[in-house]
């Protein structure tokens, strides 16, 4: 099984991008970036929390993740811009949102000088960029301080144009987005192409969607079964056997008439619930939902935590994670597997006393050594960190939302833009 790091560049003899999902774009290899004004567009949109007065980064991740597109940059010579988004803020004063922890973060880990430009349409950024020595880049400030950045806005990205001579995306996390950054900066550059990371992600997905090795396992979770609709429509025919948690396990256990006491279910979805689970099984394929939970009277401070004996939950109580014979269960399932994809938690992981679901789901893909286990991003990959196992899995996404979208047949606008496209506008310079 490969622990690769989701950005770890490949050999010399893996550079070519014969992933489909990956035809007509080129990978950052592909240029001569000496001396050369390198845009890059990072995801560094990492949780943080304050303390002490001041915004501490909680998980580095993103950041770490990027690093091998950014040192092959700086060991190309290349005259490096770094842009990213953090959180949403309304405006410029949302200081909490600000990028200066994360050029501190990053200056550590690349034991490099990172400069940070308050304003991306200043002339700060291309006065500076001539004169940058080997270890100093530049990075943004927090790209959604610009209206013109969710908005799309094509003079934004011209600003950003005239100082760039090459455009990377190594920003899977945001390439679902169809912003300044992603899509209409790139539509005014000529040489354009993609970072380590995003080869990576891509490859790992394309996997799913075109060559999984059967059992192909997909396990389900988090809150909202209308947020995997799309993704369920577009695997049923592939996969052999879903797994189901989290709350959106309420919504199929309600659709097949069990009780449920006060748990999250979504009422106008129990209908799809039902016919979900009549079209697996007539294909004659599995999904497993929860025989037992960990159910509390109260979620924000409860005075009765306990465990059921089977799938129904008690009036006056809410389930909040899977219970033991349920994490057994898929254990035992999962073992059989060659291909796994889990995307959502099987409980409220952040809290201890509901966390055993996804730590056990974590524990068992790391055992899987025979198998191909990917995680899709967001609140499973934040689960699969907490657990301590995510060093022994295949991949863990970088993008929630991103994957998701790529997976259920989307087009990404950050890739899409790259593809052997001309420039539809040439920046002023």
Do not use: C
């Amino acid at each position: 099984m490969s622990t690769q790091l989701p950005g770890t560049p490949p050999g010399p003899a893996q550079t070519s991008l014969t992933s489909p999902g990956l035809r007509g774009i080129k990978l950052i290899e592909e240029f001569d970036l000496k001396e050369k004004r390198v845009f890059i567009r990072v995801d560094f949109n990492v949780p943080m929390e304050e303390k002490g007065g001041a915004q501490v980064i909680t998980d580095d991740t993103r950041i770490r993740a990027a690093l091998p597109t950014i040192r092959y940059a700086m060991e190309q010579g290349a005259k490096i811009v770094l842009a990213s988004h953090l959180g949403r803020p309304e405006s410029r004063e949302d200081m909490q949102y600000s990028m200066e922890p994360v050029a501190m973060r990053l200056g550590e880990l690349l034991k490099a000088e990172v400069i940070l430009i308050d304003d991306p349409t200043s002339d700060a950024p291309k006065g500076l960029l001539p004169g940058l020595r080997p270890n100093q880049l530049i990075l943004l400030e927090n790209l959604r301080f610009e209206k013109g950045e969710t908005k799309n806005a094509r003079e934004f990205a011209l600003q950003m144009a005239a100082y760039t001579d090459i455009y990377i995306n190594d920003a899977f996390g945001a390439s679902h987005r169809a912003h300044a950054s992603i899509e209409a900066l790139p539509q005014t550059i000529e040489k354009k192409g993609i970072g380590y990371l995003i080869k990576k992600e891509i490859e790992m997905l394309d996997i799913l969607l075109h060559q999984p090795k059967a059992p192909y396992m997909v396990i389900l979770g988090g809150a909202k079964v209308s947020d995997k609709i799309p993704v369920i429509e577009q695997m049923i025919s592939k996969v052999d056997q879903f797994f189901v948690g989290g709350a959106m396990a309420y919504t199929f256990l309600a659709a097949q008439g069990t009780p449920v006491g006060t748990s999250r279910v979504e009422k106008d979805k129990i209908s799809f619930a039902r016919e979900m689970i009549k079209r697996i099984e007539a294909r004659g394929k599995k999904i497993l939902l929860p025989i037992d939970h960990v159910v509390a009277n109260d979620f924000l401070a409860p005075s009765k935590i306990e465990t059921t004996k089977d799938a129904a939950v008690p009036e006056g109580f809410m389930g909040l994670d899977i219970g033991p014979k349920t994490r057994e269960m898929y254990r035992k399932e999962l073992q059989k597997a060659k291909t796994v994809f889990w995307n959502g938690p099987m409980g409220v992981f952040e809290r201890p006393e509901f966390a055993k679901g996804s730590f056990g789901v974590a524990e068992t893909l790391s055992q899987l050594t025979e198998a191909m286990t990917i995680v899709g991003g967001g609140d499973s990959a934040a689960a699969a960190e907490a657990s301590g196992y995510a060093g022994q899995m295949t991949h863990i996404s970088t993008g929630g939302g991103a994957s998701l979208e790529y997976l259920q047949g989307d087009k990404l606008p950050g890739l899409e833009v790259l593809r052997n496209m001309r420039p539809s506008v040439q920046p002023t310079l």
